[in-house]
């Protein structure tokens, strides 16, 4: 069984800064793309950025610049640095993780629960 565990959520200020972490956990064999998604209220999920087997990022045009995507395979351990925040960010974000677990012939597709930022002042 894979958990995928966001945490770092929380409530800030109009230009500040939040860092989301998740944590992987389960028998992984091992880990391929690694996402961040966010679904404001009223709206889809949307693709905030993603790293790749290679560690190559990519970003939606509304966060380039501002966020950071990184990734600890040692320890499973995925992140995301948010800066100069804006209430548009606003949303509850979302890890996924594209993971081969021990058992299984291939990749399966893994979300977290998700975590809250709001962006306020």
């Known amino acids: 069984q894979v958990q995928l565990v966001e945490s770092g959520g929380g409530s800030v200020q109009p230009g500040g800064s939040l860092q989301l972490a998740c944590a992987i956990s389960?028998?992984?064999?091992?880990?391929?793309?690694m996402r961040w998604y966010r679904q404001a209220p009223g709206k889809e999920r949307e693709l905030v950025a993603a790293i790749d087997n290679d560690g190559s990022t990519d970003y939606s045009g509304s966060v380039k610049g501002r966020f950071t995507i990184s990734r600890d395979l040692a320890k499973n351990m995925l992140y995301i640095q948010m800066n100069e925040l804006k209430a548009e960010d606003t949303a509850v974000y979302y890890c996924n993780a594209v993971i081969k677990t021990y058992g299984s012939s291939w990749y399966n597709d893994y979300w977290g629960q998700g975590t809250q930022v709001t962006v306020s002042s």
């Open positions: 389960g028998t992984i064999l091992g880990i391929g793309g």
